[in-house]
């Protein structure tokens, strides 16, 4: 650790953009000297959901403690940072200002440049830290809770969107289809458990057609729909309602339409390599199915660590190197964007 202090670029990275109250120093984008999350999980369990006015303020609450505990873990100061990352969008637009509005306060105080990310971006390069010899070009796969997204990611900070969700999110549909059958909120990891116990084979749901040429399209809400139809089914004809059966039936299903995707894109695109991102990157049976595409077809494959994939803040850092690389400092109109679309850069105030 002392070893790094001295050299590579330090970032301070910060993330505040749903759930997670997060802070990071990393190096060179690849290498991690600390890494803080606070989850909100428990607060908003009860409400089977996001609450975004609680999440606005525990982000307040916690941002000043996770950004001193990343700068105390790392052993350096924040005199030594390099630039000040945070994530600007998409996400909930209170949840947002709390970080943006932290590294803007630090920034200003300490004439640090202030270096703006996307949060999409974010995920797609925790993949950097996980192999650090990573480089582009490569396919990704991101799947989060408000995002599905088939990317090629042609250079550093520069992307093609193959495909993307016309509807929910897969991680949407994890955390409806199991609040539907009443394992509660996250739903993505409880309906992973479950599914563990339960026959895939038993149920077959149905898989999203579009009448048009989006081969790499995703929609998950038919999905969610059937799920809900043969539950409601089952109850009206008094049958017991099998957890188990239900999350692995879905879950294979997800699992199908993801390969798919992957395979069509590995084919069209001569890929040699694969990367997964976001929160439901840390599914198992999701990983191990799409690499085992990838062992098929000769293509590598990276996954970051499970606690890389979900909402953290050295993913940040990871992005926010590319964008220190070139330049791209914001000043202090910097604003939060709800809905900032991946590679959009025109609505921020570079300097
Ligand atoms: O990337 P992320 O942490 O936050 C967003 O940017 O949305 O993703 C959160 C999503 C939630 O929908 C959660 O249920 C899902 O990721 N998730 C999972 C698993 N862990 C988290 N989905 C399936 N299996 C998991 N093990
Ligand atoms: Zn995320």
Do not use: W
């Amino acid at each position: 650790m002392q070893r790094l202090k001295d050299k590579g670029v330090k970032i301070l990275s910060i993330e505040s953009s749903c759930d997670e109250t997060a802070a990071a120093i990393t190096v060179d984008g690849r290498e991690i000297l600390s890494n803080v999350i606070y989850s909100q999980i428990d607060l908003h369990a009860i409400y089977g959901g996001v609450v975004p006015e609680i999440a606005s303020r525990a982000h307040i609450e916690k941002i000043n403690p996770v950004i001193k505990k990343a700068l105390n873990d790392s052993g350096c100061a924040l005199a030594d940072m390099d630039a000040i990352a945070v994530t600007v969008g998409p996400g909930l637009v209170g949840a947002l200002l709390v970080g943006v509005s932290a590294a803007k306060a630090l920034s200003y105080a300490t004439g640090i440049p202030l270096v703006p990310v996307h949060h999409i971006e974010g995920h797609i390069c925790s993949n950097f830290v996980e192999d650090p010899a990573l480089k582009p070009p490569f396919l990704s796969l991101v799947m989060s809770g408000g995002h599905t997204h088939l990317v090629m990611v042609k250079d550093y900070g520069e992307y093609d969107i193959l495909g993307r969700t016309r509807d929910d999110a897969v991680g949407e549909a994890y955390d409806k289809v199991a609040r539907a059958i009443g394992l509660g909120y996250p739903g993505g990891p409880k309906i992973e458990k479950a599914a563990r116990l339960g026959d895939p084979e038993k149920l077959t749901f149905p898989h999203p057609k579009f009448n048009d040429e989006s081969r790499y399209d995703f929609s998950f809400s038919g999905l969610k729909s059937a799920v809900l139809n043969y539950i409601n089914g089952a109850k009206m004809k008094g049958e017991e309602i099998e957890q188990e059966v239900i999350a692995a039936c879905f879950q294979k299903t997800v699992v199908d339409i993801l390969t798919d995707r992957v395979d069509a894109a590995i084919s069209e695109f001569k890929s040699e390599r694969l990367c997964l991102a976001g929160g439901v990157a840390s599914n198992g049976a999701i990983r191990s199915a799409i690499s085992g595409l990838c062992e098929k077809r000769g293509v590598r494959f990276t996954c970051p660590a499970p606690v890389l994939c979900t909402d953290n803040a050295v993913m940040i850092g990871a992005a926010g190197y590319h964008e220190y690389r070139k330049g791209r400092f914001a000043d202090l109109s910097l604003n939060a964007y709800p809905t900032l679309g991946l590679g959009d850069r025109s609505e921020i105030p570079y300097v």
